[in-house]
Structure formats: structure tokens, C-alpha cells
């Protein structure tokens, strides 16, 4: 298993072969064999290899098993095959480390993700995605308000939630995938939060819409939709708004957008949507962002970032009831034991553990 593995933390790295080999101090040739099992390389090395690759040396003794099937990316421009790999390779690197979790503490997970029964059989127009949100919402009890952390909230729900570093230099936004019987979101670690926010729930409206969307409709637009009621409820959206309006204040979209994790550029989609601004007034709002360079990024605070604790907590509880060790514990949040121990003592006081 070892050659594949290298392989995997290579591809993972973004290194290819040369690079490996110039960093560790051996020859690709070298490299290319361990990864074909021709040779094997010595402990010495195998700890150099590690070092290079940001792994701990167990990672290449882990089996690894998982299948990624039915993958949508959301990407702005071609993401790079090369790009692809790097982040395909970290979800199945972070998957793994969830499912060895789930292993030691099986008792203490959420059920399998699956969507709430009663939802609406058939979205035949766009407007019909609002019910759907809103069934959503109820079922998973989230009332009408903001959502405060989201991928908590999917992750209890049975969704398993990567934040990925690897986004092909922002290529992409995210991916919904099927691996091993479990449902996967994939969201870039970089991205300003309401930008994760949104993303989390288009790629939750590819999973509510899937067989219900009437082929006349566009699903990237119906997903948008959906992204957008799920965040803000039309009820809600109209109550702060107001039913119909003919300008928006930037600070008061501003404001909004803090409060509820939906950019500004999604709260006029948002008004347009619920007609509450109608075509002309949006595009007044849409040519003031351009000029403004709004459109690609939005003035003031960034909406704060997706800042997911269960895994990390659970690694804690695992910890403390004695189910692992404090190097298994250190795999699994991919930190180093120092670091770990470290944040045992409450020596490092942040709070976003890696998830
Ligand atoms: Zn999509």
C-alpha cells in the first residue's frame, strides 16, 4: 500500500515527481519507483518524504479505500487537471481521517444524510424553489433566522463538509460528491465566508433539487435560487426590505449581509428574485456595483469565514474517553504532536482547530 500512498501525498502536495525528489534529496527515478512498489524506500527516507509532504509518517501505512463518484465542481475557468487531482486528493485525505473518527466513536454520529421526507415532488418554475427551502429549514429546524455556523449544521445533518486549501488559486468554489455511501461538500478554505455560505448551499440545492427540477430550468440558476432562499427565507428577506423597493443603500446591504452571511451582491439577486426590486432597479444596482468594483469584490469587513468545530471537538472527546492516543489525535487533525500538546495545555489559544 505504501507506493500508492506516496503517490496519493504527492499528488496531494501538488509535487510532481522531480519536485518530490529535489525536496527529500533523492532521485525521481527513486521517487517513481517507490510509488510502483519496485523499491521501497528506508525508514530514514520515508521520514524525509513525510516531512516534505506535510503528512505524519502513518499516513502511508493507511489503507485507503475511498471512491469519489458523481463530482460537480462549481468553477469559474477550467481548473487544471493537475488542480483537480491536488483537491480531489485532500477530500479523500480529509475523508479518510473523518471515517477513522467515525470508527472509534460510532455511537456519538449523525445518521446518513438524507433529505426530509414531504418535500415538494416537483419544482416545474423557479419561484416553486422558495417551498422547498423552506421545507428544508423546517426540517432541519433552523427556524427563519441566520444560520450561524453552516457547516456545523450540514455536518449534523450527515453531510460531510471539507474545507479544501487546494481551490486551483480560487478556480473553484466548490463540489458535491458521493464516496462510500456518504454525501460530500467541498468548499475553498480561502473564500471570504458569505462567499463558503453560498457555495454550501447551492451545492445543498444540486442535493434538494436532484429529480425535481422540470427541464425547462436551468440547474446552476435553480441552485442559485435555492442558495439564496435557504440563507434568507423569502418571509424574511421581505420583512427587512420591505415589499417593493427602487434603490438599495450599500450600507444597508452592507449590514445585511453581516447579519445574515449573504453578500451584497446576493441580497440584490435576492430583491430581484422576490421582486421587491424589479428588472430596471436591479440593474441600476448591478451597473453602480461595476463601476464600483463591487461586482468582484465587496467594500468593507469581510464576512467572517465557515469556522467548523465538530471534528476537531470530537478528536477531543476521543481523547479524553481514551478511544485514541495522543498521536492518533494528532494524525487526525494533522498537526504535529508538539502542536498538539501544545493546544492540549490551552498553550495555543485559537480556536480553528484544522478541520
Ligand atoms: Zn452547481
Redesign the pocket.
Known amino acids: 500500500m505504501l507506493g500508492p500512498r506516496i503517490k496519493q501525498g504527492r499528488m496531494a502536495a501538488g509535487l510532481s515527481l522531480r519536485d518530490l525528489a529535489q525536496a527529500a534529496g533523492v532521485s525521481a527515478m527513486a521517487i517513481s519507483k517507490y510509488e510502483r512498489e519496485q523499491i521501497r524506500p528506508s525508514s530514514e527516507t520515508l521520514l524525509r518524504l513525510a516531512k516534505v509532504l506535510g503528512v505524519r509518517t502513518e499516513y502511508f501505512f493507511r489503507q485507503s479505500d475511498i471512491e469519489l463518484s458523481e463530482v460537480?465542481f462549481?468553477k469559474h475557468a477550467k481548473l487544471s487537471a493537475k488542480d483537480e487531482g491536488k483537491a480531489l486528493e485532500d477530500v479523500r485525505e480529509q475523508l479518510e481521517r473523518w471515517l477513522e473518527l467515525e470508527a472509534v466513536i460510532p455511537a456519538s454520529w449523525p445518521k446518513a444524510f438524507a433529505l426530509p421526507r414531504g418535500l415538494p415532488a416537483g419544482v416545474a418554475a423557479y419561484d416553486d424553489i422558495e417551498a422547498l427551502a423552506e421545507r428544508l429549514r423546517t426540517a432541519w429546524q433552523l427556524g427563519t433566522g441566520s444560520i450561524r455556523n453552516l457547516v456545523d449544521k450540514m455536518e449534523e445533518e450527515g453531510i460531510k463538509v471539507i474545507l479544501t486549501p487546494h481551490d486551483g488559486g480560487k478556480k473553484f468554489d466548490g463540489l458535491v460528491a458521493k464516496a462510500n455511501g456518504h454525501t460530500v461538500i467541498v468548499v475553498g478554505q480561502g473564500w471570504p465566508g458569505d462567499r463558503q455560505r453560498f457555495t454550501l448551499a447551492?451545492e445543498l440545492g444540486?442535493l434538494a433539487l436532484n429529480g425535481r427540477l422540470a427541464s425547462s430550468l436551468d440547474e446552476?440558476r435553480a441552485?442559485n435560487r435555492f442558495a439564496g432562499a435557504f440563507l434568507v427565507p423569502r418571509e424574511e428577506a421581505t420583512r427587512v426590505l420591505g415589499a417593493s423597493r427602487t434603490w438599495l443603500e450599500p450600507r444597508e446591504l452592507y449590514l445585511l449581509k453581516h447579519e445574515w452571511g449573504l453578500s451584497m451582491n446576493g441580497w440584490i439577486h435576492r430583491a430581484e428574485d422576490l421582486g421587491i426590486l424589479n428588472k430596471a432597479a436591479a440593474r441600476r444596482h448591478w451597473e453602480h456595483f461595476a463601476r464600483q468594483g463591487w461586482r468582484e469584490s465587496e467594500p468593507g469587513d469581510p464576512y467572517p469565514r465557515e469556522r467548523p468545530c465538530r471534528f476537531a471537538q470530537l478528536v477531543y472527546r476521543a481523547l479524553a474517553e481514551d478511544l485514541i492516543g495522543e498521536s492518533k489525535a494528532a494524525e487526525l487533525l494533522g498537526i504535529p504532536l508538539a502542536e498538539l500538546r501544545a493546544r492540549r495545555r490551552m498553550d495555543a489559544t485559537d480556536a480553528a482547530d484544522r478541520h
Open positions: 460537480e462549481r447551492h444540486h446552476e441552485c
